[in-house]
Every structure is written in structure tokens, then in C-alpha cells.
């Protein structure tokens, strides 16, 4: 099951990546599936903030794509059958992400600020992305992954309501997220990476993240997301 392809916002993508093989097994096919024959509704305030929020979520999944098919790629030759099967499988994750954030931003407002917006993401992903080893780039995503994964559980319960199709949508991006975290830990402890090691990207990780949120805060707190809170919530979990 898959979108059609015209079912897209005016604005483009962040980040070009290679077309993916969407499974019909997925959990958001699933989702897609009961969904996509209708527009959804939102209330004109959800929908004018969420149409400047889209951007900062579509940059980060289609970053973390790219980020997995250039990773996988680069380990073929050096990982085992295991290893590149796990990467493959968060890339196929990122891509149905991407793909029905794709069709929920279709059916969004064009405003003038979502540009700016954009830029300021992927300012903020490739920056993230100039790591200086491959063992930093798996603690960056694994960071941010993280972040994602406790983002998407406040917008699932919050002021839009734990039942809209879109809140549904974020509960499951969440559990994916959630392994997504675990996948890449796992890669930067096995080239090296220490507890300290760690420790210090997540910092560096989340204040860059809180900037970037930040300049939408009155967007995050329409939809129930308190960003302070966000950033208490993962200090405490990273202590």
C-alpha cells in the first residue's frame, strides 16, 4: 500500500534519498490503508501549526533515511548479513515515516514561514551529519532518535487527541523510533564508542535539537507539547 504520488506538499523535500520499497506488512501500511481514502480533518489552529511543525519532522525522517542507505551501503563489505539486514530494516522504517508524513503534509496549508523553517532544518541535520566518525554519527542518530521517539509520544497525547488518525500516526512512529535507538547504540558500542563517549553527544545532541524546536514553541504548545518538559524528560532518562 502506497500514497499516491502527487500526494505531495508544494514545498519539497529536505533531503533527496533513493526511492524505497514500501512493505504492505508495515504497521503504517496498516495505518494507510484504513486512512488514506480520506482527507483528514483538523481544527484550524492544529492545522495551521502543524503546518509549520511538518518541516522539522519530515527533515529528520528523511535525513535518518539517507543517513541508513549511505551507512548500509558503506558496511557491506565489512558487517555481517545481520547487521545490514537491521540498518536496511530502519531505512524501510524512515521511508513509510516519511511517506505518510508525506500525505498528512498534502493536506496542510502552504504558508510563507514553512520555508524558513526548512532551512533551519537541514542547517541543523547536516551539521549533525558532519561527524567526524562513523562511531559519532551512530551516538548522533541514536541520540536524536531518542528525542524523536519522546516528541512523538507527546504530540500522540496530546491536544489534537489520542484517537485523530494523526496521533495514531505518532504512536507508531514512536515504537519505531524506539528500536531505531536501540539499532544504533548497538553499532556505536560495537566501533568503540563509550559510556562517556556517548554521554557527551546526547548533550550536544539535545541542545542543538532545543534550539531548533524552540523557534516553534507557540506551534509545539497548540498541539500539546511542552518543550521544556521534553528536554527535562530526556536529561533525566540520559542521567
Not at 483528514?40 to 522539522?56: N, T, W
Not at 547536516?126 to 509520544?153: E, K, N, P, Y
Not at 562517556?196 to 500539546?224: N, P
Request: charged share 20%.
Amino acid at each position: 500500500m502506497s500514497f499516491l504520488p502527487d500526494e505531495r506538499h508544494a514545498m519539497g523535500r529536505c533531503f533527496a534519498t533513493q526511492a524505497a520499497v514500501l512493505s504492505p506488512e508495515h504497521a503504517i501500511a496498516r495505518w494507510a490503508q484504513q486512512y488514506s481514502p480520506d482527507r483528514l480533518s483538523f481544527s484550524d489552529k492544529h492545522s495551521e501549526a502543524l503546518a509549520l511543525l511538518m518541516p522539522l519532522l519530515l527533515c529528520g525522517e528523511q535525513s535518518a533515511q539517507l543517513v541508513f542507505q549511505q551507512q548500509a551501503k558503506n558496511l557491506e563489505q565489512h558487517s555481517n548479513a545481520l547487521s545490514i539486514k537491521a540498518l536496511n530494516e530502519v531505512e524501510a522504517d524512515e521511508a513509510w515515516h516519511d511517506e505518510a508524513l508525506q500525505w498528512v503534509f498534502s493536506q496542510l496549508p502552504e504558508l510563507a514561514q514553512q520555508h524558513k523553517v526548512r532551512r533551519s532544518a537541514q542547517r541543523f541535520y547536516s551539521g549533525l551529519g558532519r561527524s567526524l566518525s562513523l562511531q559519532q554519527q551512530f551516538i548522533r542518530i541514536a541520540s536524536l532518535d531518542a528525542c524523536v521517539t519522546q516528541l512523538m509520544q507527546m504530540i500522540e497525547r496530546g491536544t489534537i487527541g489520542k484517537n485523530h488518525p494523526f496521533s495514531q500516526l505518532c504512536g507508531l512512529i514512536k515504537k519505531d523510533e524506539a528500536k531505531h535507538v536501540y539499532v544504533s547504540k548497538h553499532f556505536a558500542q560495537d566501533l568503540g564508542a563509550s559510556v562517556q563517549d556517548m554521554a557527551e553527544e546526547r548533550l550536544l545532541v539535545l541542545q542543538k535539537l532545543m534550539t531548533l524546536l524552540s523557534s516553534q514553541a507557540q506551534q509545539f504548545e497548540i498541539i500539546g507539547v511542552d518543550l521544556d518538559q521534553l528536554q527535562q524528560r530526556l536529561e533525566l532518562k540520559w542521567r
